[in-house]
């Protein structure tokens, strides 16, 4: 709801803003929520709060009570306006960037030396002096894969924590 | 992924040398060497022995003779030995070791910054290198705890030696140089960049956009980005090792250890006929490469590099924000400095007189830093190889410049400012 009332503000909208009093604010906790928004907003004080509640997410019917006037911004400016065109700059940079180049290659060490002693390998279980032990460094190679946070937390590795070994 | 810039995995770099190949041997045989001249300091190079036998094993590897040889000074000298290279002749092999503004003391605020640092203790003075036993590095490769401890030099001293600076990247906050630098280059008062909009202006002045809050908090802003690019290409797309790991190579390949790694077999002969491997034997017993740091590096691969993807992202943004094209000694010497270089023992600061100190410009001097910071990581501390450190640095510019023509975009007032890259080409960012 917050958003429509937002985007249905009068482009030509006065530069003096009507708003409750902010006496007449209900309790916080009464303050009607919905949204990480309007939570926000509730942290608010003041004239503000009143001015933004009211004004930008439309809470002018449950308000109630007498209203006061407060000043607009010293400069007027189109909240709107100003909404669209931080919109519009966030999705042409974001258009910008969208940039698929494929897939990278490597150098090929990770196939050509089926012991995978030719890639890193610290803090893997090895079998012996520049030599991983497969499971273990197959283990990192899935977690890389799939991303899993479970999946890294499984990754064998030579001694868990960097404890000393036994 | 991220809310601005190039998206991880559409920055590119090169894959990473192979571990056979000539430039990754050439590039082991460095770090041997970066590990047995840690403790001279870099006054001593001109006039050091081992520094001219190192000189002379690296004139013979095959890729610095090679057409090939990108990222090395060639001929190795000892003015140039362990400095960086993106343009032969450029600044990283003018003026002293060091960046000045690794050295000038500066303020953060009202509070001073020396300049000088906590380092290591000297091999020989209650220092030591680290993973030098075959048992101590399986312990570490196997993730275990490490076996040595730092013993640091109650002294604080201006960087002066590879262990100096293998110290200061042990802790830094990874963007700490490059807002020294920024600091040094407020407090010497370096122009902005010429494409700044606001220079001239009479009611106007740089402030939140293209002011001096926005260079500072960019600069700490890049850091995670350049760190997320480079931590795509170490995981995902290379996982290239890392030079003790290489070591333990060489170290199977000459004592014929069983099982064989299948690597150790397909190594490049400079390595296995450099000139120090026998110096390294002698004096820790194994072929392995000692370390700087007692767990030597950290757990994720070699390339590219965080300290150097950053420093070239930070780097840029310096650029980006203040005249690169200014000479540097005319701006210290207008704020009662002069160029200068750490006495040897690293308690003094010197004048640098040498002939081409009038040539220095922030430019170079910048370019300068990104290496000197990503070799103290790498070549002196032993974790990262030099295309490591090279590339990581030109993938920081790639960010850095994605993320600043997005910011581009967002200023009101329009602009059009121009850097000199690191290969020496102009890139504009420019939103008009």
Redesign the interface.
Same mark, same amino acid.
């Given at each position: 709801m917050g958003e429509k009332r937002l985007r249905s503000v009068d482009k030509n909208a006065p530069q003096r803003t009507k708003v409750a009093n902010p006496k007449n604010l209900p309790d916080r906790p009464g303050t009607p929520s919905s949204g990480s928004r309007r939570k926000f907003l509730g942290n608010v004080s003041g004239v503000a709060v009143a001015a933004v509640t009211a004004g930008a997410i439309g809470l002018e019917p449950l308000l109630g009570g007498k209203e006061s006037v407060a000043d607009a911004a010293v400069v007027p400016y189109i909240s709107e306006g100003r909404e669209d065109k931080s919109f519009r700059?966030r999705v042409?940079?974001a258009n910008?960037?969208k940039?698929?180049?494929g897939e990278?290659?490597?150098?090929?060490?990770?196939t050509r030396?089926?012991?995978f002693?030719?890639?890193?390998?610290?803090?893997?279980?090895?079998?012996?002096?520049?030599?991983p032990n497969a499971a273990s460094w197959l283990s990192l190679k899935h977690a890389?894969k799939s991303g899993e946070f479970e999946d890294f937390e499984n990754i064998i590795?030579?001694?868990?924590g960097?404890?000393?070994?036994a | 992924m991220d809310l601005?810039?190039?998206?991880s995995?559409?920055t590119?770099i090169p894959?990473?040398?192979?571990?056979?190949s000539n430039i990754t041997a050439a590039e082991e045989v460095e770090h041997y060497w970066g590990a047995l001249l840690a403790d001279v300091s870099f006054t001593e190079y001109p006039t050091n022995s081992l520094v001219a036998q190192a000189v002379a094993d690296m004139n013979r590897l095959s890729f610095l003779n090679s057409s090939q040889n990108f990222e090395y000074p060639f001929p190795v000298t000892p003015g140039n030995l362990f400095r960086g290279q993106f343009v032969p002749g450029d600044g990283n092999v003018q003026g002293p070791y060091l960046s000045q503004f690794m050295v000038h003391p500066t303020f953060f605020g009202a509070q001073p910054i020396s300049q000088q640092y906590q380092t290591f203790l000297p091999v020989g003075g209650g220092g030591g290198d680290f993973m030098t036993s075959?048992s101590e590095?399986?312990?570490?490769?196997?993730?275990?705890?490490s076996v040595g401890q730092l013993a640091f030099d109650p002294t604080f001293r201006f960087i002066r030696n590879g262990r100096d600076l293998a110290a200061y990247t042990h802790v830094d906050v990874l963007y700490q140089g490059y807002f020294t630098a920024f600091l040094v280059l407020a407090g010497i008062g370096t122009p902005p960049n010429p494409g700044n909009p606001y220079i001239g202006s009479r009611t106007e002045k740089a402030f939140c956009t293209l002011g001096g809050p926005d260079g500072a908090g960019t600069i700490a802003e890049m850091a995670t980005r350049a760190l997320k690019g480079a931590w795509f290409h170490k995981?995902?797309?290379?996982?290239?090792?890392?030079p003790?790991?290489y070591g333990?190579?060489v170290?199977?390949n000459l004592t014929k &250890?069983?099982?064989?790694?299948?690597?150790?077999g397909?190594l490049h002969k400079d390595v296995l006929n450099s000139a120090v491997l026998p110096i390294i034997h002698q004096n820790f017993g194994s072929f392995l490469l000692p370390q700087a740091f007692p767990e030597?590096?950290p757990?994720?691969?070699?390339y590219p590099t965080g300290h150097g993807t950053v420093g070239g992202a930070c780097t840029t943004v310096l650029k980006f924000f203040f005249d690169g094209s200014q000479k540097i000694r005319p701006l210290l010497t207008h704020a009662g400095r002069d160029v200068v270089m750490p006495s040897t023992d690293g308690l003094s600061l010197n004048s640098y007189t040498g002939s081409d100190r009038d040539n220095l410009d922030i430019n170079g001097e910048l370019n300068k830093l990104a290496y000197n910071i990503s070799f103290g990581h790498g070549i002196h501390a032993g974790i990262h190889f030099r295309s490591s450190t090279y590339w990581s640095i030109l993938l920081g510019e790639q960010i850095a410049l &994605?993320m600043l023509r997005?910011r581009a975009?967002?200023n009101n007032e329009p602009f059009t400012i121009s850097i000199t890259k690191f290969d020496g080409t102009t890139a504009v960012i420019t939103n008009q």
């Amino acid at each position: 709801m917050g958003e429509k009332r937002l985007r249905s503000v009068d482009k030509n909208a006065p530069q003096r803003t009507k708003v409750a009093n902010p006496k007449n604010l209900p309790d916080r906790p009464g303050t009607p929520s919905s949204g990480s928004r309007r939570k926000f907003l509730g942290n608010v004080s003041g004239v503000a709060v009143a001015a933004v509640t009211a004004g930008a997410i439309g809470l002018e019917p449950l308000l109630g009570g007498k209203e006061s006037v407060a000043d607009a911004a010293v400069v007027p400016y189109i909240s709107e306006g100003r909404e669209d065109k931080s919109f519009r700059y966030r999705v042409s940079t974001a258009n910008a960037e969208k940039v698929n180049i494929g897939e990278q290659p490597d150098n090929g060490d990770a196939t050509r030396f089926t012991d995978f002693s030719g890639s890193y390998s610290k803090a893997s279980l090895h079998d012996a002096l520049g030599v991983p032990n497969a499971a273990s460094w197959l283990s990192l190679k899935h977690a890389l894969k799939s991303g899993e946070f479970e999946d890294f937390e499984n990754i064998i590795v030579g001694t868990a924590g960097g404890e000393l070994e036994a | 992924m991220d809310l601005e810039g190039l998206d991880s995995h559409a920055t590119v770099i090169p894959p990473a040398p192979s571990v056979t190949s000539n430039i990754t041997a050439a590039e082991e045989v460095e770090h041997y060497w970066g590990a047995l001249l840690a403790d001279v300091s870099f006054t001593e190079y001109p006039t050091n022995s081992l520094v001219a036998q190192a000189v002379a094993d690296m004139n013979r590897l095959s890729f610095l003779n090679s057409s090939q040889n990108f990222e090395y000074p060639f001929p190795v000298t000892p003015g140039n030995l362990f400095r960086g290279q993106f343009v032969p002749g450029d600044g990283n092999v003018q003026g002293p070791y060091l960046s000045q503004f690794m050295v000038h003391p500066t303020f953060f605020g009202a509070q001073p910054i020396s300049q000088q640092y906590q380092t290591f203790l000297p091999v020989g003075g209650g220092g030591g290198d680290f993973m030098t036993s075959v048992s101590e590095y399986q312990q570490i490769q196997n993730g275990g705890a490490s076996v040595g401890q730092l013993a640091f030099d109650p002294t604080f001293r201006f960087i002066r030696n590879g262990r100096d600076l293998a110290a200061y990247t042990h802790v830094d906050v990874l963007y700490q140089g490059y807002f020294t630098a920024f600091l040094v280059l407020a407090g010497i008062g370096t122009p902005p960049n010429p494409g700044n909009p606001y220079i001239g202006s009479r009611t106007e002045k740089a402030f939140c956009t293209l002011g001096g809050p926005d260079g500072a908090g960019t600069i700490a802003e890049m850091a995670t980005r350049a760190l997320k690019g480079a931590w795509f290409h170490k995981w995902i797309k290379d996982l290239r090792m890392r030079p003790e790991e290489y070591g333990a190579l060489v170290q199977a390949n000459l004592t014929k &250890s069983t099982p064989a790694p299948q690597a150790a077999g397909a190594l490049h002969k400079d390595v296995l006929n450099s000139a120090v491997l026998p110096i390294i034997h002698q004096n820790f017993g194994s072929f392995l490469l000692p370390q700087a740091f007692p767990e030597g590096s950290p757990t994720h691969p070699c390339y590219p590099t965080g300290h150097g993807t950053v420093g070239g992202a930070c780097t840029t943004v310096l650029k980006f924000f203040f005249d690169g094209s200014q000479k540097i000694r005319p701006l210290l010497t207008h704020a009662g400095r002069d160029v200068v270089m750490p006495s040897t023992d690293g308690l003094s600061l010197n004048s640098y007189t040498g002939s081409d100190r009038d040539n220095l410009d922030i430019n170079g001097e910048l370019n300068k830093l990104a290496y000197n910071i990503s070799f103290g990581h790498g070549i002196h501390a032993g974790i990262h190889f030099r295309s490591s450190t090279y590339w990581s640095i030109l993938l920081g510019e790639q960010i850095a410049l &994605s993320m600043l023509r997005d910011r581009a975009k967002s200023n009101n007032e329009p602009f059009t400012i121009s850097i000199t890259k690191f290969d020496g080409t102009t890139a504009v960012i420019t939103n008009q």
